[in-house]
């Protein structure tokens, strides 16, 4: 594994692991290398130095290399999702979330489309777009000419995407993430 992609596992992992993240683990035992481990999902509930610790064994930390978290793809952003813990397990449609929480108030947004490498919901007055390339999220005000507002709370808006385990990053893309909608 290349060292970039290798950090950018690590990070991925860091931040979506509090939120009750599962992940395949795909090493071998250490007593016995003739005999990979069968693919099997377990939650992460640790981090540390070496990789992460799994529900499988607290006592065993396993590389970063041999974890594949899952994750729903960055497409799912558009789609209706169920998360476990989230709005009372009900489905609901992230990007749709993401841009009522940017906003403050809940709005019916009458469009709910991916474009390419955009995201977006939209209304007669606003349309909220995520930029998957630029890693942005961004408010375009229909009623004032199309006037762009970067939004001031990017940073939450990441957290809800890694409470969700949203690949932004591009994990599943690299073969460093699981799709969690096919398995």
């Not at 199309?146 to 893309?173: C, K, P, T, Y």
């Amino acid at each position: 594994m290349e060292k970039e992609d290798k950090e950018l596992l690590e990070v991925a992992i860091c931040g979506c692991f509090p939120y009750e993240l599962k992940c395949h683990l795909m090493g071998m035992y250490e007593e016995d290398y003739a005999n990979p481990v069968i693919p099997t999902i377990f939650k992460i509930i640790g981090v540390n130095s070496v990789g992460v610790i799994t529900n499988q064994d607290e006592h065993t930390s396993w590389y970063f290399e041999d974890v594949f978290p899952l994750l729903n793809p960055i497409k799912c952003l558009t789609k209706p999702i169920t998360v476990e813990g989230y709005n009372g397990g009900n489905k609901f449609v992230p990007i749709e979330e993401l841009a009522n929480i940017a906003y403050g108030i809940d709005y019916e947004f009458d469009t709910i489309i991916n474009h390419g490498n955009m995201h977006v919901c939209r209304n007669q007055c606003n349309s909220f777009v995520y930029n998957e390339v630029a890693k942005h999220f961004y408010s375009v005000k229909v009623w004032d000419g199309g006037m762009v507002e970067n939004l001031s709370i990017q940073a939450d808006l990441f957290d809800l995407m890694n409470q969700w385990h949203i690949d932004w990053r591009g994990l599943i893309a690299k073969g460093l993430a699981v799709d969690k909608t096919t398995i």
